[in-house]
């Protein structure tokens, strides 16, 4: 079996705070959760600890549908809540800020402060903790955009990543998807999906409709709803691109009831289960139930007893839509990213014949822990750190990333 292990056996004696977690801070959870994994990239490739924000904030807008929550406004949930600490210390060490409740006065002092634009390879060389146990590095724009940029690396937690989980060495390895993944999210996020898949009680497939801020281009006074959550303007000019306001009103109707039936009846048998995930509330998408089995989080409210928060809400249904058989996505090019995420599936992606020879002759389970491990593979999809990878993130049949409300893949035979 291989089970992943720290690139370097860090202590808190040696650390790398990046700061200041602001422009982040508050943003929606993909968006927080490539912005962490990035910083998590680059601690493991220096070997060292990293200080993560102790908390993460809800954007405003992102706290209106769960009953849980406080609406408007933001909300801050603890990292543990979102979180298993434990097992991502397995993997990178962490530690939960203020970096001052981490080290003595003279430690922090003595910081350095990594100068901008110097890439990791760099600060590993010019800064080992044996000379610098502090480094910090200023990051005054989105923190996820240093790894887009090459600044911070990636490239060897994401290798690392795929030796553990058996990937082929030709798998694609995406930037700021180690949270996104699903892998370390907390135990009680998981128990809550795995309950919820129990009560479904078979094969399903999931759905990911996404309205509310996609059509703000239409309504003025959404946009202006937004910018007051930020703090911002309480004006918004009327869109004048016509363009614009064309592609809003036909996402606007490719995503009520009638436009889903249309585009669903292409890829699932009917009267299959539909696990539907959406800022809507259930009772819009009811003339669906002529149709398919539709279930929604309002559902399960015995599963979901101890989810209190949107973002919560949304790590449920994310890890929902991965072991699903199949899942469609608002936006095309949000179905990439879902492909992105599902990572830990990609020994079962293997294109080449010696590729899925190979991922065939690795261990099917393996025991013991580790920062990952795979607990079952078989054709169909596999579970790592308790999390299902179905279909949907092999190869999403029947059309893969083209599946959409306005597809060019049009029936279940392709």
Not at 129 to 150: G, I, Q
Not at 236 to 261: F, I, S
Request: proline residues 7%; contains cysteine.
């Amino acid at each position: 079996s291989k089970l992943l292990q720290p690139r370097a056996m860090a202590d808190s004696s040696c650390l790398l705070e990046w700061h200041p977690y602001a422009k982040d801070r508050t943003m929606g959870l993909n968006h927080q959760l490539a912005s962490l994994s990035c910083a998590l990239a680059e601690a493991h490739h220096l070997g060292r600890t990293l200080v993560l924000p102790p908390s993460m904030c809800l954007f405003g807008l992102h706290t209106e549908r769960w009953s849980g929550s406080d609406a408007p406004g933001g909300r801050c949930v603890p990292m543990g809540d979102l979180f298993d600490l434990e097992l991502l210390s397995r993997l990178v060490p962490v530690v939960l800020g203020p970096i001052e409740n981490r080290t003595s006065p003279q430690q922090l002092r003595g910081a350095v402060d990594v100068r901008r634009g110097l890439k990791s390879a760099e600060v590993a060389s010019q800064h080992p903790c044996a000379r610098a146990p502090v480094v910090r590095r200023r990051v005054d724009n989105f923190w996820f955009t240093m790894c887009s940029k090459r600044i911070a690396d990636s490239d060897s937690i994401m290798g690392a990543l795929h030796a553990a989980l058996g990937s082929p060495p030709s798998a694609k390895r995406p930037l700021n998807v180690l949270l996104r993944s699903g892998l370390f999210y907390s135990q009680r996020i998981k128990r809550a999906v795995r309950a919820v898949q129990r009560s479904i009680g078979g094969e399903y497939y999931s759905v990911h409709v996404r309205r509310s801020d996609k059509l703000t281009a239409c309504d003025v006074r959404q946009q202006q709803a937004e910018q007051r959550s930020r703090g911002q303007l309480d004006y918004v000019e009327p869109p004048k691109d016509v363009k614009v306001v064309g592609e809003c009103k036909v996402r606007d109707q490719l995503t009520r009831p009638e436009g889903l039936r249309h585009a669903l009846s292409l890829w699932f048998p009917e009267q299959s289960r539909v696990y539907i995930g959406s800022t809507e509330r259930p009772d819009f998408f009811a003339p669906l139930r002529s149709s398919f089995r539709l279930y929604f989080a309002e559902d399960f409210g015995r599963a979901l007893a101890n989810v209190s928060n949107n973002y919560e809400l949304y790590a449920v249904e994310t890890l929902l839509f991965f072991g699903s058989s199949g899942t469609v996505e608002t936006l095309g090019y949000a179905a990439s990213w879902v492909q992105d995420a599902c990572f830990p599936a990609a020994r079962l992606r293997a294109e080449s014949r010696a590729d899925r020879r190979a991922a065939r002759m690795l261990p099917r389970h393996a025991n013991g822990s580790g920062g990952v491990r795979v607990e079952c593979v078989d054709r169909f999809g596999l579970v790592a750190n308790g999390v299902r990878y179905g279909p949907a993130c092999v190869d999403n049949p029947p059309c893969g990333k083209a599946m959409s409300p306005s597809p060019p893949c049009r029936s279940r035979e392709v």
